[in-house]
């Protein structure tokens, strides 16, 4: 088999055990063997870049590049900004208005600048004790450039009044909330982006456990669903692997010969 020359994984449940929030040992094992092998490797999350880099992921290993907000922000290895998408103002509007009948919380990320609509309640609580991250700010949109927004719902919810606003893509978590993105941007049009960037072919590996890494494994060479992964991942993912914390990054990349048991 010719393996893709470039290898992007989702961060959250993919690379981190969310169970103790970090790397296991033997995925940061593989990943410099896969580095040291002559391959190069990308994150492609959900995250925006601030909360990326409060995990100190960026400095653990020789990432060429990032794929951050489900797509809608691209940056190299030097974590230099590539590519930033926002979305529609209008869309935002319609989100916002949808919510507050429904009486759902949102998340906006702004360039960093991370900002709830409301008060945190239980549904945000939850998701962020998920990823481990801090509960954001309270504060106001004011047509600032928004590159994504999430949704807090109980699980279990079907998000339909957000699946059906034109322009925008719902990707629902294994947590309390959804992801919107810009129709049309995904981790896989981010990751184009990055390969040309990087003038590299655009064949490449994925790795990913949730529903917005579909259109990521969609269009990779080689994909891989963790055991851990959405039922609706692993029906698309050529491979499935162990869970994170049951060495799945380590196990499938010595089984595709990336590195050697």
């Known amino acids: ?8 994984f989702d ?3 993919t690379l981190v055990d969310n169970k103790t929030h970090q790397i296991p040992e033997s995925a940061l094992k593989a990943l410099h063997q896969v580095v040291e092998n002559g391959y190069k490797i990308a994150i492609a999350s959900g995250r925006s870049y601030p909360l990326l880099k409060l995990t100190g992921a960026c400095d653990l290993l020789p990432w060429s590049g990032y794929c951050l907000n489900n797509g809608q922000v691209v940056m190299n290895g030097k974590e230099e900004f590539i590519h930033h998408h926002t979305l529609p103002h209008e869309k935002i509007l319609e989100t916002i208005e949808i919510a507050n009948k429904l009486g759902f919380n949102l998340f906006f990320s702004s360039l960093g600048n991370d900002f709830l609509l409301k008060e945190p309640n239980e549904y945000v609580y939850e998701a962020h004790h998920f990823f481990n991250e ?7 949109y004011t047509n600032q450039p928004i590159d994504k927004i999430l949704v807090y719902a109980p699980k279990g919810y079907d998000y339909a009044p957000f699946k059906a606003i034109e322009g925008l893509s719902t990707f629902i978590s294994v947590s309390t909330y ?3 993105a810009t129709t049309g941007i995904s981790k896989h049009s981010a990751i184009l982006e990055l390969c040309s960037a990087l003038d590299l072919p655009t064949e490449y590996a994925a790795f990913g456990d949730s529903q917005n890494d579909m259109e990521m494994l969609k269009g990779a060479q080689i ?3 963790m ?3 959405d039922p609706k991942l692993k029906e698309i993912a050529q491979y499935v692997t162990d869970d994170v914390d049951k060495d799945g990054i380590y196990n499938i990349l010595v089984k595709l010969g990336y ?3």
């Open 1 to 8: 088999m010719n393996l893709p020359k470039i290898l992007f």
């Open 11 to 13: 961060f959250d449940n």
């Open 134 to 140: 801090p509960i954001p700010k309270i504060d106001v």
């Open 178 to 180: 959804a992801d919107l």
């Open 223 to 225: 994909s891989v669903a």
């Open 227 to 229: 055991g851990n992964a």
């Open 259 to 261: 590195i050697k048991n």
